[in-house]
Every structure is written in structure tokens, then in C-alpha cells.
């Protein structure tokens, strides 16, 4: 099975997808699945846009918008991670991950899936300690602060992270896991990114969640980015086992971004047809989320897990066979992941020119996603961004984009309303006016004007999917237990190599294609005009361009 592992994508799908395209012609093979490790960028519209953690200069629609809008389709399964410069917000709606467009999906702040029996898991955003004891308190629209936690790595992915037994082929991380710079080339990383020494130094570079979880899972694999240069290492564990490390550049000209992985698997040796790629999910991973649900926090304090010596509280939640058995039946032997993807958000619809005014778009409100409630319905866990959102008295937003776009459809001008609907339709009270309209409007229903000569009667409530939904089986120990309770970037440069195996003490990368071979200049990977500085009082409406070789060319807080 063919995979190609891509470091930071920063929403340049289309220049990802025909670089494979191209490497697939030349070298007649087939890749069976892309990874993308963070800094995806799945920006559906401008409104999601202003929840990524970047200056407003820096801000880019990229291409993402339109495999979410349906105009293009990814043409190879797509798996990825979160990472520090992301869409927050519909991130936010798939906590335990989810398809953000159709062929591509999002594992989640934390995640294990199987792919044709190879176990992939993941674990999304970046580290900070002052955020790791939080629970998930953030929900759009953010203030700058929360813009940024929000995608800070927390103690109960990790820790569940953790409950894994020994098997996981595959990790993905934005981080690199700390220490990690012990067991390749140093010197070589140090004469390409030389800001790192310090930081090496002191044992600083890099996540010490990851580290610990290299310690204990041991995957052959581990796959990362952020760091924005291609970085090998072969990390020896006791009981001869190991792990080959490599972390990938950005997407751009003259940077090594992507690699191609071929691992074997059971059903390339039985002689008969290749079996479709598909995702199912880990049933180890999906017992884990049951059993530690009651840990979930949305507190803005610190929290602990719990641990050894602790009186009878349990510690230890890697699954029995029996609890395993009792959560496989709840998906009726079939942990097959679902095609349920739904457009919640309007998708992007650029104008002829270009040109937008981004002083007019603001953030968006939360939405609650049906696959999250879906999977939350079936597994009995909690949605912490529901969670958040009830603790804070904010309304539950489950509308998607489809039942908005029949509600304009199906609107009665006041004029021409003329039914009137049986007090059973309507299932309002003897509430007075007041009380009639506030229902109505919770519903979704416009109330409608009335005038001196005749009253007008509401319109009849039009069921949509959000209220077909099924509501989430709250768990009262859940509640009882919580709810009462960077670095330096390098000048914007993209050569593909192939995989190397590690070496302790140097990385010789041999080419598979030359850059020639790969057209890497005809994919346009060209650096942006700059716009004239307009006046102050008068300013400037920004022109969006797909291409982003200037963006994060300096660092923020993270």
C-alpha cells in the first residue's frame, strides 16, 4: 500500500493532489492514500477564515473551499491532523474526528483509524504548558487568546493516547516528539535552521507529550511537521524494536514536503484483487473514549488524570476484551467509518475580480455537527463543545447548510401568507404573543408583521434535518464529575525524495524523481505580487490569490 505523507499543507490541496497526480504518471504507480501532518487550513468560507490564528495580511482561501463545496472532489483518501494554523472553529465541531469534505478526513484533537488494516493514530495541535491541564473551554467566535488555545494539545488526549496497547503502526504529530534531534543528523539540522541550537540545547524543541507517547506506544512510524524542514531519525527502543521518524517541510517550491511510504499489508499476498481503500474505526480507541468520558473537562482551571495511588479510582483504562465486545456491539459489528458528510457553513463563492472586503466579515457562531452527535448517540459520550456551549447558556446551533438554503426557499412573503396552521401544527401554548414569537423564533420560524386592518398567523414550522437529529444520551457520572465543576520559519523555497531509512548519524537523501521530472515549476508554485500600500484613511480591499509562499514567513506567539 502506497502513502504519501505531506508535512504543513497550509490549504494548498490542489498543488498537493496534482504533484501525486504527476508522480503516479511518471513512475506508473498508485498512491492509496495521502496524510497531511496539520497545518490543513480547512477554511469553508471568509467567516473561518477569522478564526485562524494569523495576521489579517496573511489571510488566504487557498483551495480547500472547493473540495468542501463539492466543485472539486480529492482524488485520493485524505487523512489529516490538526496543527497551529487551522480553521478552529469547524475543527472544533469534530472533536473525535469526521469528514470536512467528502474523501477527507480529520482524526480529531486525538485519533486511531484503520486503513486496510494498517492502525494510524494521531494526536492534533501543538504543545503549550500553561494550556495542557485545561479542559476544552473554547467555542467561536474567539478573543485572541482562545484563538490560540484552542488548538493547544491537552492532558486527556494524551493520556488516552496512552491507554493503547502495543500496535500502532502509524503516528502523526504536528510537534516533533522532544529529544527527537538526538537521533538523526544535528549538525546537519543545525546548519539549515540554526535558531534551533539554543533551544536544543536545552531540551526545549519540541513536544514532551509526544515524547512520552514515542516512549510508550513505539509505532515503526512517526510522521511530523511544523518546523518547516525535512528532518530524519531512527529512535531505538528496548527489545530491538525502533521508530523512523521524519518530519516534512510546507508546501512550496524547492522544499522537501512530501515522501512516498510502500507498506505491505495482509491482502497484498493472497493473489486476488487489491481491496478499496478504505477507513474503519479502531475499536480499542473507540472503548477508550467510552471508558474515560467522565474525565472529559471544560473548565478554564487546571485538572488532573487520574493515577496510580489514588484509593480506589481507576487509573488504568486500556480496554478488556469485555469491554471491548460490549462497545462493538453497540455498532452492530460494523466499525466501518460512515459516509456521512454534511455541509454545515455556506462554502466560499469568490467574486470575478477577487476582491473582498474583510472589515465587513466577522467570526462565526459554534455549530453542532451531526456526525459528532451521531457518534456520541452510539458510543455514549459527551460533545465537549456542547458541553461548553450549555455551561455558557449559548444556544445550540445544529442547522446545516442545507436546511438554511431550503428555509429561504420555502419563506412565505407576509403578504401572501394566507394559511393558516392548526394550533397542533404550530405546538404553541396559550403562551401570549410575546411568548408565541420567542417559540417561533426558536424553531427557526420568522414571526410575521402584523397590521392594523388584519393579523397575520405565523407560517407552518418546516421540519428540517437538524430536527431529525437525535439528542446526545447525557451520562450523569460525566456530569457529576465536570459539569459541576515556535519557532523561527525559514525563507518560503519543493523537491520530492524518497524515504530514506533514518540514520542515527546522517540523513543521505537519494532523488526518485528529479525536480525536472516532477514539473514541481509548472504546478505554478509561484511567490505572490505585493499590493501597493494604500492610504490610511482610506483603506485597502484585500485581493485574495492561491498562493501562500509568504505566509507565516514570521512566527507568531507559536
Known amino acids: 500500500m502506497k502513502i504519501a505523507i505531506e508535512g504543513c499543507a497550509h490549504g494548498e490541496l490542489e498543488k498537493i493532489y496534482d504533484l501525486i497526480g504527476s508522480i503516479q504518471e511518471e513512475q506508473n504507480i498508485t498512491v492509496d492514500l495521502l496524510i497531511c501532518c496539520g497545518d490543513f487550513q480547512s477554511t469553508r468560507n471568509l467567516q473561518d477564515l477569522q478564526c485562524m490564528a494569523v495576521p489579517q495580511k496573511h489571510l488566504d482561501m487557498c483551495s480547500f473551499y472547493k473540495y468542501y463545496s463539492g466543485e472539486k472532489k480529492a482524488p485520493i483518501l485524505t487523512l489529516f491532523i490538526g496543527g497551529n494554523h487551522e480553521a478552529s472553529n469547524y475543527l472544533q465541531e469534530l472533536p473525535y474526528g469526521g469528514w470536512v469534505a467528502p474523501n477527507i478526513y480529520y482524526l480529531g484533537y486525538a485519533g486511531v483509524v484503520d486503513c486496510n488494516g494498517i492502525r494510524i493514530g494521531g494526536i492534533s495541535g501543538i504543545y503549550k504548558g ?20 484552542v488548538y493547544h494539545q491537552r492532558q486527556i488526549d494524551v493520556f488516552r493516547l496512552k491507554q493503547l496497547s502495543p500496535g500502532v503502526d502509524i503516528m502523526l504529530s504536528h510537534d516533533w516528539p522532544r529529544g527527537i534531534t538526538r537521533h538523526g543528523n544535528e549538525t546537519q539540522l543545525l546548519r539549515f535552521k540554526p535558531a ?91 472503548t477508550v473514549l467510552n471508558l474515560t468520558n467522565h474525565l472529559i473537562s471544560i473548565r478554564t482551571t487546571n485538572g488532573y488524570m487520574p493515577g496510580e495511588g489514588g484509593g480506589g479510582e481507576r487509573f488504568n483504562f486500556t480496554p478488556s476484551e469485555e469491554e471491548k465486545a460490549k462497545v462493538l456491539e453497540r455498532f452492530g459489528n ?50 465537549p463543545l456542547r458541553l461548553a456551549m450549555l455551561m455558557t447558556g449559548h444556544k445550540l446551533n445544529t442547522s446545516t447548510y442545507v436546511d438554511r438554503q431550503c428555509d429561504k426557499e420555502e419563506e412565505v412573503p407576509v403578504k401572501a401568507a394566507t394559511r393558516v396552521p392548526n394550533a397542533d401544527q404550530l405546538e404553541l401554548g396559550d403562551e401570549d404573543d410575546d411568548d408565541e414569537a420567542a417559540v417561533e423564533m426558536e424553531k427557526g420560524i420568522e414571526p410575521l408583521e402584523s397590521s392594523p386592518d388584519k393579523p397575520q398567523t405565523p407560517v407552518q414550522p418546516k421540519l428540517s434535518l437538524s430536527s431529525l437529529l ?15 465543576t515556535t519557532l523561527n520559519d525559514s525563507t518560503p523555497n519543493c523537491s520530492l525524495l524518497s524515504l530514506p531509512t533514518p540514520q542515527k548519524t546522517g540523513d543521505n537523501d537519494t532523488s526518485i524523481l528529479s525536480e525536472s521530472a516532477l514539473a514541481v515549476n509548472d504546478l505554478n508554485l509561484s511567490s505572490p505580487v505585493q499590493q501597493q500600500e494604500q492610504q490610511q484613511d482610506n483603506p485597502p480591499v484585500k485581493k485574495f490569490k492561491r498562493r501562500n509562499e509568504t505566509i507565516y514567513a514570521k512566527d507568531d506567539s507559536d
Open 130 to 149: 500553561h494550556d495542557f491541564l485545561k479542559g476544552r473551554f473554547e467555542f467561536p467566535p474567539y478573543d485572541e487568546g482562545s484563538k490560540r488555545s
Open 196 to 286: 534551533f541550537r539554543e533551544d536544543i540545547e536545552s531540551n526545549r524543541l519540541g513536544s514532551m507529550p509526544c515524547e512520552e507517547l514515542l516512549r510508550k506506544l513505539q509505532p515503526p512510524y512517526w510522521f511530523a511537521a511544523h518546523l518547516h524542514c525535512k528532518f530524519a531519525a531512527l529512535v531505538e527502543h528496548p527489545g530491538e524494536r525502533c521508530t523512523k521518524f521524519l518530519a516534512l517541510d510546507k508546501c512550496l517550491p524547492k522544499r522537501r514536503f512530501l515522501q512516498i511510504l510502500d507498506i505491505p499489508i495482509a491482502e497484498d499476498g493472497d493473489g486476488g484483487e487489491a481491496k478499496p481503500v478504505q477507513l474503519k474505526y479502531d475499536l480499542e480507541w473507540l
Open 334 to 383: 460494523d466499525l466501518t467509518i460512515p459516509d456521512n458528510f454534511v455541509r454545515i457553513a455556506e462554502p466560499y463563492q469568490p467574486n470575478e475580480d477577487g476582491t473582498v472586503d474583510m472589515r465587513s466579515i466577522e467570526q462565526p457562531q459554534a455549530y453542532l455537527n451531526p456526525q459528532t452527535t451521531a457518534l456520541c448517540d452510539k458510543l455514549n459520550i459527551d460533545d
Open 470 to 484: 437525535p439528542e446526545p444520551k447525557w451520562r450523569q457520572d460525566a456530569h457529576d464529575s465536570d459539569l459541576s
